[in-house]
Structure formats: structure tokens, C-alpha cells
């Protein structure tokens, strides 16, 4: 496709409206697994990119745009006084609305005088305002404990206690990840242990048969020859060539045999 289009992306465009896609539902994501896992690494990596470029210094492009300002010093002081000036004007016309507000309201109250006010209205008033209050107050309790029964809110018990099903399967995540890392230092541990182990018990065992096997294959060749056999060289395999199952009188592999009889063949046609 980079060869083809010229290009290191692909556009993808005509054929996600013909499947009627979008870019991210033909996006794959990069499984958390593989994130985690090699979290090591991707730090060490960024962390050596992080050196290169702090020695490579700022790019070309980079220098270019800090060398050239974008305007002068005298054309910033000037902007800059312009909206000073406009907001203190701003601050100045509310602290004089604010005033003119506050005359008119005392001009109105000293026309009107102090208004007369009944206890009975006064009281009636006063229920008014707190049964509305407390009404208010009990549909927001009512609404609330509404919203938790059906699930779309959480319980402030539960949220208080960290119960909750986010934090209990967060919780359960990171134990499972700490034993995923204890298993894992485990079984790199014990495969040094187990190879050495093997190599300690049954290493002579394994010393001793092959010994043998190798004895065996020089008698042999010796009864069918009359004479011991060379030990097969490096390039022939070594002692590997013996565990190959030769016959009495053979020193190299049958495969390889076969192959240069092969060669030979097509030399003579």
C-alpha cells in the first residue's frame, strides 16, 4: 500500500462510506495486556528518545518560530494599556450603576414610608417559605433515594465504604496483576532452579548413556569395518552425528548423503 499510494497513511475515506464507518471503529487498539507487559521496556524507550533529542537540541522549524516575534514591544504596551484602560472603565460604570441603583431604591423606600406588616401575615409568610423549604428538601431526599434503588447513582454508604462495583473490580485488577508478577518472577526463578536440578540428578545418567551409545556405535562400526572410525568432525555435526542413527560403516548423515548423490546427479545430466 506505501508503494502503491506514495504515501506512509492510507486514506481510508471512500471505503468508510461505502460501509458506513467511522475512523474509529476500524481503529485497533492496543490491548492493556500488551501495554502492561512491556511497560518496562516502552519506559526505557522513551526515556532513551528522551535523551536523543535533548542532545540533537531544537530542530530547525522549532528555532525559526522562537527567533521570529510574532509583534513588537511598543505595539504590546500599547494593547496591553488599551485593555487596562477598558476595564477599569468597565469596573467604573457598574460601581456608578450600582449607586444610582441603590439611591432609587432608597428614594423609593422614603416616598413609600415604613410599610405596615401584620403578625397573622407576617407568620403566614414565614410558614410559607419554610414548608416550601422543608417540600423542597424531601423530593430531592425522595429523588435521590429514587435514583439508587434503580441503580444510576451510587449509595454514599457504599461510595463512603469503597464498595462499589468500579472499586472492588479496580481492587481486583491490581491483586491479579501483583500475582501475575509474582508468578511470573516464580517461574523465572525456578527455571534456573529446574535446569540445574536436572543437570545435578540426572546429568550423569544422561553423561553415562550417551557414553555408551557412542561406544557402541564405534564397536559396531569396527565389527563391519574391521577398523574404529574417525570422530565425525564439526562440520559433519560432531557427537551430534552419531545420535542420528547411522549404520555400522557410515560417518556422515543419510540426509546429507542423499543430498550430494542428488548434486552429483544433476552435475552428470
Known amino acids: 500500500m506505501v508503494s502503491l499510494e506514495h504515501s506512509e497513511y492510507n486514506f481510508f475515506d471512500d471505503i468508510l462510506a461505502d460501509l458506513k464507518m467511522t475512523p474509529s471503529e476500524v481503529e485497533i487498539p492496543i490491548p492493556k495486556f500488551f501495554l502492561r507487559d512491556n511497560e518496562r521496556v516502552i519506559r526505557e524507550r522513551e526515556k532513551v528518545l528522551g535523551t536523543i533529542l ?3 537540541g531544537p530542530q530547525d522549524g522549532e528555532t525559526n518560530k522562537l527567533e521570529e516575534p510574532s509583534m513588537s514591544i511598543e505595539t ?5 494599556r488599551v485593555h487596562e484602560r477598558a476595564r477599569q472603565g468597565r469596573l467604573r460604570a457598574k460601581l456608578m450603576r450600582n449607586i444610582r441603583e441603590q439611591e432609587e431604591r432608597d428614594r423609593l423606600a422614603q416616598q413609600l414610608g415604613k410599610p405596615a406588616l401584620d403578625s397573622n401575615l407576617a407568620a ?12 423542597r ?13 434503580v441503580g444510576m447513582a451510587p ?50 545418567d544422561i553423561r553415562e548413556t550417551m557414553q555408551d551409545e557412542i561406544r557402541q556405535w564405534f564397536i559396531e ?6 577398523k574404529f572410525p574417525e570422530y565425525p568432525d564439526e562440520e559433519t ?17 543419510v540426509e546429507e548423503e542423499k543430498g550430494k548423490k542428488g548434486k552429483k546427479g544433476k552435475k552428470g545430466k
Open 124 to 135: 403566614t409568610k414565614i410558614q410559607k417559605t419554610w414548608k416550601g423549604f422543608a417540600q
Open 155 to 204: 449509595s454514599p454508604k457504599s461510595a463512603s465504604l469503597k464498595h462499589t462495583p468500579q472499586a472492588v473490580s479496580k481492587k481486583t485488577c491490581s491483586a491479579r496483576h501483583l500475582l501475575q508478577e509474582a508468578n511470573e518472577k516464580e517461574y523465572v526463578a525456578a527455571l534456573s532452579s529446574v535446569k540445574n536440578r536436572l543437570r545435578e540428578v540426572e546429568g550423569p
Open 76 to 80: 504590546a504596551v500599547k494593547i496591553i
Open 54 to 56: 535533548a542532545k540533537m
Open 237 to 253: 555435526g560432531g557427537s551430534a552425528a552419531i545420535f542420528k542413527k547411522l549404520e555400522p560403516g557410515q560417518t556422515e548423515p
Open 137 to 149: 428538601k424531601k423530593t430531592e431526599r425522595l429523588r435521590a433515594e429514587e435514583l439508587i434503588f
Open 221 to 226: 562400526v569396527r565389527d563391519a569395518t574391521g
